[in-house]
């Protein structure tokens, strides 16, 4: 079977991109189990309208301005550039949502894409997987090829002092919010814009990346793959533009995700509004690139279904 490349993913002569096993990743898990703990006793110990607003004001900026636009679209994609000071500040923000560093985020997001755009995908990388057991595989687990490709960031981002820093602390990051949040609010306030935060912010990651992968609205499909994204209508504003999965499949370069009629896309908003006042410029959109092989616009009753699971 030939493998396909990507920019940071060689397989090498032995690759194999099937055969390997999914192990429990305590340091992953044991993380998510604290913040889950946390997010548990900011509602039953310390419940206030005051930290809910700091879960939700806290929630947004690190979701749309630093998950999805700096670590997703900027940083992995290359969707658009920023003064390097503003770039290191979104991609920190990014690292809050506590998932991972940036040099671990890109590899996850290019590992997973690499497993998509082969004409098989194990289960593990395609959510294959029922709700339960994906939700214990991608929040708890990880998926060890046994004859891996050969893996590369490029060097500008791999030995820049900054996001070597940020990821060797990636956890100890919260830090920087929780202790102002402790001068402000007290505990209840770590409870509520720290560990409740950072626990919604990793189960509704992993749900859109499970539902998006399942089923669902389809602008495009690329052929010949098994693996598809969808969209999730109605969850624009919510995921900050990250639910448009289908465009996203078929424009990986776009840094704009809503891309037909009545799309909310609350991430491209926040690009637009930084190249108004100049923070924000080469924005790529969907037809700046050339196309992928096999993409094919679907009409609007072609619904898509995965050609497997
Ligand atoms: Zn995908
Ligand atoms: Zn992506």
């Known amino acids: 079977m030939r493998l396909h490349s990507t920019d940071r993913v060689h397989p090498k002569r032995q690759t194999d991109a099937i055969q390997g096993t999914i192990r429990w990743d305590a340091e992953k898990s044991i993380w998510f189990f604290l913040m889950l703990t946390g997010g548990f006793l900011a509602i039953i110990w310390t419940p206030s309208w005051s930290g809910f607003l ?6 947004a900026i690190t979701v749309c301005a630093g998950h999805s636009v700096g670590m997703h679209r900027l940083l992995i994609h290359k969707a658009f550039v920023t003064p390097k000071w503003l770039e290191y500040i979104l991609v920190w923000l990014g690292t809050l949502v506590g998932m991972a ?3 671990g985020m890109i590899r996850a997001h290019d590992m997973r894409d690499w497993h998509q755009r ?4 194990p289960p593990h990388p395609s959510h294959g997987a029922g709700f339960w057991q994906d939700a214990w595989w991608q929040m708890h687990c990880r998926f060890d090829l046994d004859y891996p490709p050969h893996f ?6 791999a030995n820049d002092p900054v996001y070597q820093w940020i990821e060797r602390h990636w956890m100890a990051q919260q830090l920087i919010v929780a202790v102002p949040l402790f001068l402000i609010g007290g505990v209840g306030f770590i409870l509520w814009g720290v560990c409740l935060r950072v626990a919604i912010s990793l189960s509704g990651h992993w749900m859109v990346g499970h539902f998006a992968h399942k089923g669902g609205h389809q602008g495009w499909t690329v052929e010949g ?15 900050c533009g990250e639910n448009w999965h289908s465009n996203h499949h078929a424009f990986p370069h776009s840094a704009k995700l809503g ?7 609350p991430g491209f908003w926040f690009i637009k ?6 923070l924000a410029h080469k924005i790529l959109g969907p037809t700046d ?3 992928r092989d096999g993409l094919k616009r679907l009409g609007p009753d072609e619904i898509g279904v995965p050609q497997t699971t």
């Open 152 to 157: 590369e960031i490029e060097s500008e981002i």
């Open 101 to 103: 560093g940036p040099l």
């Open 225 to 239: 793959l098994p693996v598809q994204g969808f969209n999730l209508p109605g969850l624009g504003l919510l995921t």
């Open 54 to 59: 700091v879960f939700l004001a806290t929630t």
């Open 273 to 278: 509004s930084l190249a108004a006042v100049g």
């Open 259 to 265: 891309i037909d009629k009545g799309q909310l896309d």
């Open 118 to 121: 082969q004409t098989v995908c």
């Open 289 to 291: 690139m050339p196309e």
